[in-house]
């Protein structure tokens, strides 16, 4: 049986290491000690006497800081042990590893602690085959150092490792020759810097001295205030309260802060997507508006100095696009993957418009609206200009890039995602439905911008004639009245592609669906073939491609059913919302600490227990944003002018919830709700007072 797997991270930089605080190069994990997309350590092995070290418990004291407590030997040994030994180990933009060796017996005694050390500075595209690399070892026994550096033209990684005690050093770590006292204890602190030469003028080398004492407490204070700033959540059930808080932490947790760049933005999530993502950055800040809004004015700068200038085949780039993808390792350094940056996204920059609106509805701020005038413009510009490649009024995609890069540029990005009932994949350039969904939100949006802010009633009346026309198209083109349901793409040749899809629910939250269909479409949502109990498929039962384990060809994803209850709700069909809501807060109460990206698609009454899939990441930014959108979905809030409008729809047997201090233009609100078993109360807050609703 595979062993416990336990990380530590901090913005971007995570260490991934076994139960005994050990890394050791494994085929098919990123072990190590990550930063920037580089591994800096691959090799970190404690011995004491030339033994190795069993794990007897593990505190987890934060996201970025945790504990082992081992002894030598076997399980055996454990109660019979005269040594133990504490790790403890935090992380910030450097690996901190305090070692306490303690003596339990009557008399002093000698041991030989040995921390053997290495890194092959692998790029985590190529974690799986990493390409052999000779680092330059030095070893300097008078400062107590081991420095490993790495060079390959102008990429420069070095990891340097230091250490408080006297220490042996050699090439392959160091060697610490103590003596203890009866029940004494001796200890050293081990000091990793991660260093990056010529980052944007920027030296990513930590102090070792008073930046090693403070950086804890810092990172505690900044988790306070976090937490401070978020609204309190209060419920009758406590696992929600549980599952509202881990969710908070996770999203601390994956801030970073990129080169050349001076303020957090959400990274993707561990451990294969800690970089940033432009589709689940936006959608990480859309679910969490009602609750962290601070995250989406730093990313909507960083995707808005990124956005697409020019036509680039390679990075799949075109003027106005925003990117997909970007990456700081060796491989997009010297173009051997297009990720420096990555654009081969279709949805990503209708998302970005959106959210510039969502964001304004909640928090007033104008001033950002009017700075991103330029951004945003281009940004609708490229939905007629590039994106609807066929002139037919839709939304494309096509791969530029035909050697490396994304097949199908959508949420559903794996090889083989789009295809029909029958497992045959439609020829570019592809129309997904979401897609058409996301453009018409995009324009109408956009229309509103123009008129109330931008000044431009001329570009507003365009954009809504313009979402007007996509919406009446769509519902004429994509519609399949024999199946009752939109399909999941149309072919150049205006074929539709008949799969049935959790794609429906995004179409509602877009607002696209015309109303009158919206009964057969909440109806396959909440029927036995998407949903399974815990949420909806991502590809319905009974047609062939369906497999539970396929990501993207039935298993099921919090960040995928956030939209869905938001489009339900949006169309009146609050009580599968709450059914949809239930089901992915039972994955988080069940399963307990970060929610997963995604779990398998059994039906609920058949496993009794979400599955989850070994590659999913875990904690994810989208994921755990999707349980705080699941949260306001659930209590229904939305703005509306100064005022935040409560409506509760709480699934039976939540009882009572109140969540206080919602931030807004309106200042900070309160919501209550009870579960339509007790009742509900409401009250809705606005910045000239509150007025309350009792139901």
Not at 397 to 425: C, H, K
Not at 476 to 499: I, M, N, Q, S
Not at 566 to 587: K, P, T
Request: with cysteine.
């Amino acid at each position: 049986m595979k062993q416990e797997l336990v990380n530590v991270l901090a913005g971007n930089a995570f260490v991934l290491s076994d139960a005994q605080g050990d890394m050791e190069v494994e085929p098919y994990a990123p072990i190590g000690l990550f930063s920037f997309d580089t591994r800096f350590l691959s090799h970190w092995v404690l011995t004491v006497d030339g033994e190795r070290l069993h794990s007897l418990s593990r505190d987890e004291l934060a996201y970025f800081e945790t504990r082992f407590v081992l002894v030598p030997g076997a399980a055996s040994h454990y109660v019979d042990a005269d040594v133990s030994v504490i790790r403890h180990r935090s992380l910030d933009d450097s690996l901190n590893e305090r070692i306490t060796v303690l003596n339990h017996s009557a008399e002093p005694a000698e041991f030989t602690v040995r921390m053997e050390i290495g890194s092959d500075f692998a790029d985590t595209a190529e974690i799986l085959r990493p390409a052999p690399r000779r680092p330059v070892v030095t070893a300097d026994p008078a400062n107590r150092q081991l420095r490993i550096c790495y060079e390959r033209g102008r990429f420069s990684r070095e990891t340097l490792v230091s250490s408080t005690a006297p220490v042996e050093v050699d090439r392959q770590g160091m060697t610490f020759r103590i003596r203890v006292d009866p029940d004494g204890q001796w200890h050293t602190d081990l000091h990793i810097a991660m260093i990056i030469h010529g980052a944007g003028g920027r030296d990513l080398r930590s102090s070792l001295d008073s930046h090693r004492r403070h950086v804890r407490q810092d990172m505690r204070e900044d988790l306070a205030r976090w937490f401070d700033h978020a609204p309190q959540l209060i419920a009758e059930r406590g696992s929600l309260m549980s599952a509202y808080r881990q969710a908070l932490t996770d999203l601390a947790s994956l801030r970073y802060t990129p080169l050349s760049y001076n303020e957090r933005v959400p990274v993707g999530g561990l451990p294969w997507a800690m970089a940033l993502y432009g589709r689940d950055a936006i959608i990480t800040c859309l679910a969490t508006l009602p609750f962290t809004p601070e995250l989406t004015p730093a990313t909507l700068h960083l995707l808005a100095l990124l956005q697409g200038g020019r036509l680039d085949d390679y990075h799949d780039e075109e003027p106005g696009k925003i990117l997909t993808e970007l990456r700081y390792g060796e491989q997009a350094a010297f173009g051997e993957q297009p990720t420096a940056p990555y654009y081969g996204a279709a949805d990503t920059t209708p998302l970005f418009v959106i959210l510039l609106d969502e964001y304004e509805r909640w928090t007033g701020d104008v001033d950002l609206v009017r700075e991103l005038r330029h951004p945003a413009r281009m940004a609708l510009d490229w939905l007629d200009e590039y994106g609807d490649s066929t002139g037919d009024g839709y939304l494309r995609y096509q791969p530029r890039n035909t050697v490396n890069g994304l097949a199908n540029q959508t949420w559903r990005n794996s090889p083989g995602a789009i295809v029909d009932r029958n497992a045959v994949e439609p020829p570019y350039p592809r129309a997904t439905c979401e897609l058409q969904g996301y453009a018409y939100d995009a324009k109408v949006r956009g229309a509103r911008l123009a008129r109330e802010i931008w000044g431009d009633p001329g570009y507003a009346d365009r954009l809504e004639a313009e979402a007007a026309r996509l919406r009446d198209r769509f519902n004429r083109d994509f519609w399949l009245p024999h199946r009752g349901y939109y399909a999941l793409a149309l072919t150049p040749d205006g074929e539709p592609v008949d799969a049935l899809t959790s794609h429906l629910g995004h179409l509602l939250w877009s607002g696209i669906v015309e109303p009158e269909r919206a009964d057969a479409v909440a109806a396959h949502l909440s029927g036995p073939e998407l949903f399974t109990g815990w949420g909806v498929r991502t590809y319905a039962t009974g047609q062939r491609p369906y497999n539970p384990v396929g990501p993207h060809h039935g298993a099921v994803w919090p960040s995928d059913n956030a939209l869905v209850a938001a489009g339900l709700r949006r169309y009146g069909y609050d009580a599968e919302a709450a059914q949809v809501v239930a089901g992915i807060f039972a994955v988080a109460e069940t399963l307990g600490g970060s929610v997963p990206e995604v779990i398998a698609g059994y039906p609920r009454d058949v496993t009794k227990y979400p599955v989850q899939l070994p590659a999913a990441g875990r904690p994810q930014s989208w994921a755990s944003g999707g349980l705080l959108m699941l949260l306001a979905t659930m209590l229904g809030l939305r703005p509306c002018g100064d005022n935040l409008l409560v409506n509760p729809c709480v699934p039976d047997g939540y009882g009572r919830i109140e969540l206080l201090d919602v931030p807004g233009r309106w200042g900070r609100a309160d919501s209550y709700g009870r579960d339509r078993t007790t009742g509900r109360r409401v009250r809705v807050g606005g910045a000239t007072g509150e007025r309350r609703i009792t139901g």
